[in-house]
């Protein structure tokens, strides 16, 4: 069983940053492909970013990529997001999960956080 909790959300206007952290509890981090998704109201859950499992690679979603970067603390049990340049339109609760098949699919993660909001205002 893995717990995680995210933080760092919050109002940003538009072209600041944030800094997302999702802490995980009850097993070690580096075993799991750790996926950052969010979800803006009245839309579905989208993927935005994940660091495949034992060192593997980080893939992005297209609207982010170059903005966003995904980053692991393995020593701390911590995943990271850094969100720069943000837009109006990266408005959403973000949530981080933990998962072991397909990195980029939401039904492929068995864990998730309870999700925390960032507001960028324009």
């Known amino acids: 069983q893995v717990q995680l909790v995210e933080s760092g959300g919050g109002l940003v206007q538009t072209g600041g940053s944030l800094r997302l952290s999702c802490a995980a509890s009850g097993r070690t981090l580096s075993s799991y492909n750790m996926g950052w998704f969010r979800q803006a109201p009245g839309k579905e859950r989208e993927f935005v970013a994940t660091a495949v499992r034992n060192g593997g690679p980080t893939y992005y979603a297209g609207s982010v990529k170059g903005r966003f970067t995904i980053s692991r603390d393995n020593a701390k049990n911590t995943v990271y997001l850094q969100m720069n340049s943000l837009k109006p339109e990266d408005s959403a609760v973000y949530y981080c999960?933990?998962?072991?098949?397909?990195?980029?699919?939401?039904?492929?993660?068995?864990?998730w956080g309870q999700g925390t909001q960032v507001t960028v205002s324009s």
């Open positions: 999960a933990a998962g072991r098949f397909t990195p980029t699919v939401a039904a492929a993660y068995d864990y």
